[in-house]
């Protein structure tokens, strides 16, 4: 937090940062250039008191960062904004700024998303307790006081114009995480290993080994998944539907929303799409919002691999591939990848209905059938809308235009070459 100082320079560059933050957030769009440079130049013109503003600014971004927590946001959402309009300084100086505004809440009041998102953002105070945070950090970033200054300003800036928007779990430090979320010792074994699994199919350079480790970790998700749901049955404590958000970026943002829908409603998820922000919120049970997060980014690695793959060779006539023959591959791969998951989940769940389990090892074991499962399933599904509507009760539907037979017909052919078999009489998802 800012330091008082007995001279007054402390509450003097509280002041000052307060004030040109206030400016550059005020300025229209016309003259920000105008007073991003009266503000860095009010910040940087004093190396005696880089310091002070250093600390004052660090007090500063608390605040600011703790407003964007109550208003909705969440790191990688925060991240997100950063990495869409601005450098890679900015970058990491909000990685910076949400590390040091973490250290007023204990690991006890995170729930376990906001900590993988820390975690995975590398978001740690590396610099001294008594340091100079600022001179640090130019000189890491060699960066000049004016150079890193602007770019502070910039960056709470475009915190500052976020609006608030719907929540999707409790806020470090005002709730605590609900009951019925994962233990802060971290996930389960299953989920581990399920990663490892897709991790390896992703890297591995040959298609019949990803396939099979593919298979496998569909197995396994999709065993844990009603292995939870009716665990979550048995319980005193009902579960309820919590929410996440996954990061959909440019190009081909529609297509690659169209991709995660169809992982999301083989998963008894629901998606809503927030272009402008380029996110996607997915709602659904822990054990399906995992899925959902592990099957999409594998399935996404692959349909960008083959569109790749595809879009370098050029049509009959010589011509190369154009944006519109990948934008319609992405498509046809979510809508071929829709299908191929729908009938996989129906009769995964017929199997387990009728009392076919998958162990953790892969192999099958028969129980007596559950005539609990389609009735817990069902109510579920249910539960996902009700929450959906609340959430989001002013919702629209949005189109993705084909324009490209040539891109349609390659997406839906990589679609059935993507790694989703399983053997007879097994899971998958």
């Not at 498509?331 to 769940?349: C, G, P, Q, W």
């Not at 009760?393 to 993705?400: A, D, G, H, I």
């Amino acid at each position: 937090m800012g330091r008082r100082g007995s001279n007054g320079q402390g509450t003097a560059a509280d002041g000052l940062v307060a004030r040109a933050v206030q400016q550059v957030v005020a300025a229209p769009d016309g003259v920000l250039d105008h007073a991003l440079d009266g503000g860095a130049s009010l910040l940087a013109a004093s190396a005696e008191q880089w310091p002070e503003v250093s600390r004052a600014l660090l007090a500063y971004a608390d605040r600011a960062v703790g407003r964007c927590w109550t208003a909705g946001w969440r790191p990688a959402d925060l991240v997100r904004v950063v990495r869409r309009g601005l450098g890679p300084a900015h970058l990491a100086m909000a990685a910076d700024l949400i590390a040091a505004e973490g250290r007023r809440h204990p690991a006890a009041a995170l729930d376990r998303r906001w900590r993988e998102q820390l975690r995975e953002l590398a978001c740690e105070v590396w610099w001294g307790p008594d340091s100079d945070y600022l001179a640090a950090f130019a000189e890491r970033n060699r960066l000049d006081r004016f150079a890193l200054a602007t770019a502070a300003l910039e960056l709470l800036r475009a915190w500052a114009l976020l609006p608030p928007i719907t929540p999707v779990g409790p806020v470090p430090g005002q709730t605590a995480p609900r009951a019925g979320t994962r233990p802060a010792e971290g996930e389960p074994r299953m989920l581990g290993r399920i990663r490892a699994l897709l991790a390896k199919a992703e890297s591995t350079e040959y298609p019949e080994e990803a396939e099979a480790l593919t298979a496998k970790a569909q197995q396994l998700m999709a065993q844990h998944s009603i292995d939870e749901a009716l665990l979550a049955a048995g319980a005193a404590a009902k579960d309820a539907p919590a929410a996440l958000r996954i990061g959909v970026d440019s190009p081909y943002e529609g297509p690659k929303a169209m991709l995660l829908d169809a992982v999301a409603a083989a998963n008894r998820c629901q998606v809503v799409w927030a272009k402008e922000f380029g996110f996607c919120t997915i709602v659904g049970f822990d054990a399906d919002l995992d899925a959902v997060e592990l099957l999409y980014t594998s399935l996404l690695v692959q349909g960008t691999a083959a569109m790749h793959k595809a879009g370098s060779r050029r049509h009959r006539d010589g011509a190369p591939r154009t944006k519109a023959f990948r934008q319609s591959f992405l498509v046809a791969y979510a809508a071929r990848i829709r299908e191929r998951l729908t009938a996989a989940t129906e009769r995964a769940t017929a199997d387990a209905a009728a009392g076919r389990h998958l162990r953790e090892d892969g192999t099958e074991e028969r129980l007596l059938p559950d005539e609990r499962l389609l009735p817990v399933l069902a109510a579920r599904e249910e539960a996902v809308r009700d929450t959906v509507g609340r959430m989001f009760p002013k919702l629209v539907s949005q189109r993705v235009r084909v324009s490209d037979g040539d891109g349609w017909a390659a997406g839906r052919a990589a679609a059935d070459r993507a790694a989703l078999h399983g053997r007879s009489g097994s899971i998958e998802r």
